[in-house]
């Protein structure tokens, strides 16, 4: 990792480097080598990769700095962290003018991340260390990449609340001082534990997998990649998904079905009935009038039928069934891994809507599904969600 001798920017190149000096390269299929060279190739045109105080990167770091990024990324549709646009290494820690402090590294939310090369070099060179500032940058890069209008990697922007449900409490253990398999710096905030735990999740996985296996399965699904021996495999959701599903404690059955009369459609549906039945009262059935809102009320009740919902939970999964007389229809079982969270939102105390978010596998998308629930035993179900690592969001 230390050889950093100038090179053209050439695929053979890349492979020649990578292979001598990044592990990760080494434990991908001959496919995904190719891939990943391509990937750092285009990262690096994209990227403006600068020195200060005197360092000059070369192509060979450059290539380094790029291996870094495409790595944590390689599992993602969209990957380029295309809202920082420059990084500018320092030959060691460098000051931070706001804080007076050293630092080794910086995601600064206008568009550009700091490194020291020194720093950098150190975490590829111990990788038992559960240190690599690469890594811890480029994660908070992954992290703010949407946060300014700038798109995000689809599946990473929809999913991250499932993977907070499953940091939260392991981050919180660690700010109080329990013991963890996590440094402590990891209990700084949680966006500092994103950082701490993507860099274990590549150097130690098995130990997350073995102390907090729900972070595990949730930090491969989001990643989309998974180190089993010593091979790195990509494309993994569909498989940890069902792995996930395998550790929950599940939901004890019931039918969630929404109050008609709360149901903003079916109140609409009502209000076509009032003048109907005045209009019919006046003009008779056959009138103009009354059939011109006879054929809305029919229109505004099959919007109302065709939209209303109800979520069956039995065990470790769970169904959408759609319509109420007319559209009956069943959307199909999904694991209960497949639930991301559940938006509860008060009205004034007068009823409250549920919004649940899940995805779908069989067409790669997220879901939403509005409930304003009947009289259930609302504390004991999103308790049995709390405990499956469901987040439960209140407004």
């Given at each position: 990792?230390?050889?950093?001798?100038?090179?053209?920017l050439s695929?053979a190149?890349?492979?020649?480097?990578l292979?001598?000096s990044?592990?990760?390269?080494?434990t991908?299929?001959?496919?995904d080598?190719?891939?990943?060279?391509?990937?750092?190739?285009?990262f690096?045109e994209?990227k403006e990769?600068?020195g200060?105080?005197g360092f000059?990167?070369?192509?060979?770091?450059?290539?380094?700095?790029?291996?870094?990024?495409?790595?944590l990324?390689?599992?993602?549709?969209?990957?380029d962290?295309?809202?920082?646009?420059?990084?500018?290494?320092?030959?060691g820690?460098?000051?931070?003018?706001?804080?007076?402090?050293?630092f080794?590294?910086?995601?600064?939310?206008?568009?550009?991340?700091?490194?020291?090369w020194?720093?950098?070099?150190h975490?590829?060179k111990?990788?038992e260390?559960?240190i690599?500032?690469?890594?811890?940058?480029f994660?908070?890069?992954?992290?703010?990449?949407?946060?300014r209008?700038?798109?995000?990697?689809?599946?990473?922007?929809?999913?991250?609340?499932?993977?907070?449900?499953?940091?939260?409490?392991?981050?919180?253990?660690?700010?109080?001082?329990?013991?963890?398999?996590f440094?402590?710096?990891?209990?700084?905030?949680?966006?500092?534990?994103?950082?701490?735990?993507?860099?274990?999740?590549?150097?130690?996985?098995?130990?997350?997998?073995l102390?907090?296996?729900?972070?595990?399965?949730s930090?491969?699904?989001?990643?989309?990649q998974?180190l089993?021996?010593?091979?790195?495999?990509?494309?993994?959701?569909?498989?940890?998904?069902?792995e996930?599903?395998?550790?929950?404690?599940?939901?004890?059955?019931?039918?969630?079905?929404?109050?008609?009369?709360?149901?903003?459609?079916?109140?609409?549906?009502?209000i076509?009935?009032?003048?109907?039945?005045?209009?019919?009262?006046?003009s008779g059935?056959?009138?103009?009038?009354?059939?011109s809102?006879?054929?809305?009320?029919?229109?505004?009740?099959?919007r109302?039928?065709?939209?209303y919902?109800?979520?069956?939970?039995?065990?470790?999964?769970f169904?959408?069934?759609?319509?109420?007389?007319?559209?009956?229809?069943?959307r199909?079982n999904?694991?209960?891994?497949?639930?991301?969270?559940?938006?509860?939102?008060?009205?004034?105390g007068?009823?409250?809507?549920?919004?649940?978010?899940?995805?779908?596998e069989?067409?790669?998308h997220?879901?939403?599904?509005l409930?304003v629930p009947?009289?259930?035993?609302?504390s004991?179900?999103l308790?049995?969600?709390?405990?499956?690592?469901?987040?439960v969001?209140r407004?």
């Amino acid at each position: 990792m230390h050889n950093t001798t100038d090179i053209p920017l050439s695929t053979a190149s890349l492979d020649q480097l990578l292979t001598a000096s990044f592990t990760y390269y080494n434990t991908l299929c001959e496919t995904d080598k190719t891939l990943f060279t391509k990937r750092c190739l285009r990262f690096i045109e994209g990227k403006e990769i600068l020195g200060a105080e005197g360092f000059v990167p070369n192509n060979a770091v450059k290539i380094l700095i790029a291996a870094s990024a495409v790595q944590l990324t390689f599992g993602l549709s969209l990957w380029d962290l295309s809202y920082f646009d420059a990084i500018i290494l320092y030959p060691g820690d460098f000051d931070h003018v706001p804080s007076g402090r050293k630092f080794r590294g910086e995601t600064n939310l206008n568009g550009y991340l700091k490194l020291s090369w020194k720093s950098f070099l150190h975490g590829y060179k111990h990788s038992e260390d559960n240190i690599n500032l690469g890594l811890h940058e480029f994660a908070h890069a992954l992290r703010f990449n949407g946060f300014r209008g700038e798109e995000q990697d689809y599946f990473v922007h929809y999913y991250f609340e499932a993977w907070l449900a499953s940091a939260y409490e392991v981050h919180y253990a660690l700010k109080a001082g329990r013991p963890s398999v996590f440094r402590k710096y990891g209990g700084t905030n949680i966006n500092e534990f994103i950082s701490v735990c993507i860099e274990h999740y590549f150097e130690s996985p098995q130990e997350i997998k073995l102390h907090y296996p729900h972070l595990y399965f949730s930090t491969g699904i989001l990643l989309n990649q998974i180190l089993i021996g010593e091979r790195t495999y990509k494309d993994v959701r569909s498989r940890l998904f069902k792995e996930k599903n395998t550790i929950l404690s599940g939901i004890s059955e019931r039918y969630l079905k929404s109050r008609i009369i709360s149901d903003a459609r079916f109140t609409s549906f009502l209000i076509t009935l009032m003048p109907l039945v005045f209009t019919i009262a006046g003009s008779g059935v056959l009138s103009g009038p009354s059939l011109s809102l006879m054929v809305l009320s029919f229109f505004t009740y099959l919007r109302f039928d065709f939209y209303y919902s109800r979520l069956h939970f039995f065990g470790k999964h769970f169904s959408v069934e759609k319509g109420c007389l007319i559209f009956k229809r069943h959307r199909g079982n999904l694991l209960l891994s497949h639930l991301i969270c559940v938006q509860v939102d008060s009205r004034s105390g007068e009823y409250e809507e549920w919004i649940f978010r899940f995805y779908k596998e069989s067409d790669g998308h997220f879901h939403e599904e509005l409930i304003v629930p009947k009289q259930i035993d609302k504390s004991a179900f999103l308790t049995e969600l709390s405990k499956n690592k469901i987040a439960v969001l209140r407004k």
